[in-house]
Structure formats: C-alpha cells, structure tokens
C-alpha cells in the first residue's frame, strides 16, 4: 500500500483505518473521531467520487447523533459517494448468529437510515459475518457489523465493484476490500438475457416466483436482492432445460458461483484438471504409495480447499444439485484412500480441509476445539505448548488427521488410561446435507453418538471437534524391549495377553511382530517388541513390572524418563527432533506401498497356536510385514459398548493389525500382496473373534466388504457394518435414514439409509 490515513481508537473501541494504492488520486477532506471523507479522483472516468469511512458507535443513542451529523454533512458529498465501515447495526435477523435474538422492529432504525438515501448494499464475498464475540459454545455471536452502501448513481459509474470480507489476525472484525474494477471471476460467464426466452411461459413463472422470494433488509437492498435472484432463477432454469448437458464440472462450477453470487473467494478454493496446481493439491495429502499417479484409481473431477465454512456449504449444495459425490479429506491416512478416491464410478468432488487447521486451548477448562483439518501432531504441540501437564488420547503417527481418526475411533498409547479420542469428544460442529451449521445441542444426541465412531463422513462434514484435554504427569517413562524365540517370545507373549489387558491401566504394551535376523548364522526368527508407555516414572513402573509380568525381564536401563510431549516424538520414531517436528502435514517417512486389515481377539491364543503363527510367517514372508497387538482393557473396557459406535470394549483381550509392505510400483505387485495379506487373515481365523469377525473401522478394509453403486440393502451392508461396529450397526443405520435418507453422504463402506 502506498499511504493510508488512521484514526486512533478509544480504548480498545473505534478506530478506523483507510489503505489505498498511488499517491495522486485520494484527497483528504475532513475526519473526526468517527470518520474519515476522502475524494477519490477517478482519471479514467475523469470524475471525482466521495469515500466516507466510518465508525459508528455501539452505543445506540450516540450512533443516532452520529447518523443526524451524517445527515447534514452529506449535503456536501455530491451524488456519487460511498459510505462504509462498522455500522455497528444489522437490517436483519439472518446477519447475526448466536446471542439473543432482535426483535425486527430494532433494525428500523439503521434501515430508514439506509433507505433515506436510497443506499445500495454492495453486498460481499467471504464469510458471512465480519465480526464475533470469541467467545466459546452458545455465547458465541457473530454478526455482519460491517458494510458497504454505495449511492445509486456510484453504483451504475462501478457496476463491477465487490466488496470482499478478508480475514484478519488480532482483531474480532474482518478487514473489508473494495475493488471498485473486479474482474468477474474466471468461472462466471457474464449474465444475458435471452429474447428467446419469452417463447416459453415457463420463463414467466420462473421470474414471478424468484421476485415473490421475501428479502429482509433496506427497500432498495430488496429491489437489489430480487433482481439477482430472478437472474439466478433464469440461469438454473435455463440449465435445468439443457438436459443433455454432460457437463457436469462446469455445471458444478456454475452453481458454486450462483451459490454466492458476490463471492469470488470460491473461485480462488477451486482446482479443476485444467488447474496446473491440481496434481500437487491432491498428492499433498496422498499417504500410500499405491494411490500416487500414473495408479489407475478414480480422481476427483473437482477439488475444493475451503477457506471459509461457507465454501463448504455451498460444496454441498452443489456436489447435491448436479449428481456429484462428496469425498471429504482430513489428513488422508484412509488406508483404502476413500477420501480422495471413488470406486463408484460417480464424478465426484473432493473437499480437502486442508485450511481448516486452527486449534483453541483453554487450560483453565482443559478443553481445545480443534478444526478437522487438523492434524493429531499439531494438536499434541498446541497443547504441550500451552501445559506440560495436559496431552490427549490419540493415534501414534503425527501426520494422521483428526478429521477421520476422531470419527473412527482414535486408539493410542493412553487409551487404556483415557480411552480412544472419540470417548473425549464433547463438543463439534458439523455442516449437514442440508448445509446446516449444527453443534452438538442442534445436530441432537443421536447425530452426535453417530459421528464419535460410527465415521462421520456418512452423516455430514465435520468442520471442528471440541475435546476434553487430559492430565498427564510431568515425568513419563518409555521403553522398548525386544524378545526373539530363541528368547523365549512365544511364552512372553503368551503371558501378555493374559496381563495386557489387567494390567495398571496407566502402563499400556504395544506389541510389534517382525521376522528377524535369528541368532543361528543365516536363519530367520520372529521378534517381539513390547513397546510401551508408563504414565508415571520409572521408580513405580519397576515394581509394577516385576509383580505382573517379570518374564519380560524389564530393568532400568530398558526405561526412559521424559515428558509426556517426547513420548509423542519417540513412539513416532522422532526422538531428540525439535517439537516442531509434530507440525509436518507430509512426512514421507509414513508414505509407503501398504495394504491393512485388523482383527480383535477375545481369547488368549495358545502356545501352539501362536507357534503356528510364527511358522507361517516365517514361511510364507509375502503375507505380512508386521502384526500389531494392541492391548485394550482398563478405560476402554469400562465405557459401555453401545456409549459410542466403536463396539470393542469389555472382553476384547487386543486388537491385531496386519500389514504388508512391499515397494514395487505397478497392479501386478499391488493385486499380489493384497492377495498375500488375504491369505494370511483367513490363516488367523481360529484365532480370533468370530460371528462377527471384528474388525477396527479407522485400518478400514474393503475386503470386508463394499456397498452397491446404487442402493445397498441392510443385510448387505450389515455383512461389514456388523465387523466395525456390532450392536451399533442397527442405530448407525436409523440415524443415516433420519439425517441423510437420500443418501447423499456415501462411500464405498458408509453407511446405507434404509
Ligand atoms: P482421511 O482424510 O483419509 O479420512 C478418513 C475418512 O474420514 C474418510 O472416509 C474421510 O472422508 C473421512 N473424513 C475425514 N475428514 C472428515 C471430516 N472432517 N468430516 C467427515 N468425514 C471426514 N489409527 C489409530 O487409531 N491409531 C493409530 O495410531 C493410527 N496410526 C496410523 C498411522 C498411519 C501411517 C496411517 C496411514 C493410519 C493410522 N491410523 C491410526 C488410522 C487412521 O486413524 C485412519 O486412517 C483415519 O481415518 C485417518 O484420518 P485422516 O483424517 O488422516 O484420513
């Protein structure tokens, strides 16, 4: 900006601010504590206009003083002059949210002012309100405070003007731009009236029931207002009646901008293939190696990168209007890539949450709200920068999103403490298939169980969760101990599963099982890793150890003292890395070519058993690259299975993850080792849960089953619903029939309405 003209503010109230481009075209005419009246002088117009920037007062008696002076003081305006800034007042209900309502008498005021010049609202472009409260749940107000009104004949001199809402940093208002010479966004082709038209009486209605639309707001806001709404009417009219139009991505494309006629930040959130940035948008947050291109999978014919939630509202409404599908992305860990892959064969839209990363601590109340673009990396750094002494029950890897993970579960090194991330929800904000903004009180209890589990990408987008934060001790202790067969493994995990899942619920043993160099010259064993974290320090977990599970043989020198924050950085292979490592979106160290499965078990295996596993994969090495057994008891198991939809609770002794890893391009090495791992899952059906055969939903697995591309009936989908989610399945299915019996939020796996 080459030079601005400021007014100081009162206290933390008023202010103003005027930025502009060149020096030679703005002249200052007179200001005051509330205003500032500029002449702009225009050379292309050869024309001079008046730009009177203002801050009216919140208190209602001095803002009525203020508009008489502004009465009197207009006389020397001209005709062709602009007023705008904070009004500090609305001209309708619909421009604030939260807070008490007003009654529709108290905006008389504002509007006879507006309406005493004939003003013309120019409208805007961004978020809906340019001013909030910051305050937290149902006290939190929003309101459009901010405005510009134009006077007619300003209006027909700039017809391309638009006012566009920018975010700010450090203020509760946003900033507001005007661009007198907008250029129309690169997607809106200019609206023409066609003769034509007039033929066809349909037209005729179609302009008589847009202009019946009710506009709240000034007399000639409504003229305004209506005009464009019987524009917008022709328009989808016009589209309605080009019935073989296959376009759907420019049709896609023309809703978005008629969704939000005066916005062109939409445009800027929009990648289509023709966008050069399209590819790196999507491969930004493709985790496994075999979704990469050239692979043969299904791509997003549009993506969109919401800044605001709006843009997600109208993604919505439009992915609705034109038969497209929805994919929503957090972090992109689906291990099937169904947040940014369709196996239905339906052009879809990716909406890539990417922008909606922001996290809120509030220490004193141990709460955060963490918008689901988030990732759980960033949201363990947030919090262990605001307390040592709080943290939360989630996943291991940083890069993991917690739109997705929190939906589907969230198990981590303290879940048998605290339980998953989903047991610590208590708040969230969902925008529904009717683009409704709901919380928890407005989307109901139902609605809100459903998302904590059951996989929120079936019920609406989850634009933020609200968690309850959780203590931990300032001193945490870690260890990692290895035991080969010839080290006695088979027994040592043997003894596990009867004590993992006992055991202090403040002590959790992850199991890894690898094969292994053996101790004998050119042999392969298995090797077992008991990877573990301790919520307290070494000096009690010795102790501990010894009286529960001494075949492991834990000594002090196996442990590792260190704060709750590191032990994030040492279970993700982080170790003596800077925290700010946690805030890394795309680590490559967690991108591979990698197929899952999971299983639960409820019974320990026998010896024999575990032997003949050992056996297996030691013989047939393709299948699996790594097992996990993850011990489940304590907090997990006192939460009632049917409280959330994640159903694995008391009886579950641990959940098995599969995987295998291999690192050949192509279809043929895919096909092969998912092939492998196939084979080994069915080799591990004694062993585990049966009738159903449980499985975890967020290592989501489409062997389990997928549903049709048209309808899929209940018992069909029960056939997987019943493996992610047991006696929860049927509720899942009642709640999708009440909040989306259209259908519309659907993958390969979600879940049907009736
Ligand atoms: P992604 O963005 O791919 O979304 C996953 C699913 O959720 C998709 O169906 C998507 O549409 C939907 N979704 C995403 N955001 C949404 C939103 N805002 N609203 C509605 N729906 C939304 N799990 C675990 O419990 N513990 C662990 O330790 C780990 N560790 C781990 C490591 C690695 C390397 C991977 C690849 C995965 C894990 N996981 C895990 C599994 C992980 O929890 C699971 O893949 C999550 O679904 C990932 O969530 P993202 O948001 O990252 O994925």
Redesign the pocket.
Known sequence: MDSFIRVDPVGIAGGLALFWKGTSMVTLKKMCSWFIDVEIFDASLNKSWRLVNVYFSSDDTIRKDQWESFIHYKACLGPDWVIWGDMNDLTCAEEKQGGNARSSWSFRGFKNFIDAYGLVDLGFSGYLFTWRNNRSGSDYVQERLDRVLATPSWRILYGQAVVTHLETVGSDHNAILLNIRAAPSFFRSPFRFDARWIEDEESFSVVQQAWATPIQGSKSFSVYKKIQACRHALVDWKKRKRSNSADTHENFLQCLSLQYPNSNSISKVIYTRYNSSYESVLESAI?LEQFFPPAKVPRPLVIVTPLLEFHIQAAINCSKQHGMQL?????????EG??YISYQQAPFVMLD?VNFQSITIDVENSTAWVQ?GATIGQLYYTIAKKSPTLGFSA???PT??V???F??????MMSRNYGIAADNIIDARLIDVNGRILDRKSMGEDLFWAIRGG???SFG??IAWHVKLLPVPETVTVFTVNRTLEQNATKIVHQWQSIAEKIDEKLLLRLFLTRANSSQYGKETVQASFVTLYLGGVDTLLPLMQQSFPELGLVRSDCIEMSWIESILYFSGYSGEPLEILLNRTSSS?TTYFKGKSDYVTEPISEIGLESIWKRVLEYPEEVTEMQFSPYGGRLSEVSATATPFPHRAGTLYSIHYGVVWNKAGENALNRNRRAIRRFYSFMTPYVTKNPRSAYL???DLDIGVNNKGNTSYEQASIWGLKYYGINFERLVHVKTRVDPGNFFR?EQSIPPL
């Open positions: 985790r994919r929503v992305r957090s972090g992109g860990h689906d291990y169904l947040s949450l689901a996943g291991v890897c993991v999103g739109g997705g993970h939906s589907g579960g969230g198990y981590g996989g929120a990408t987008v989850v967690y967020n290592y989501r993958n």
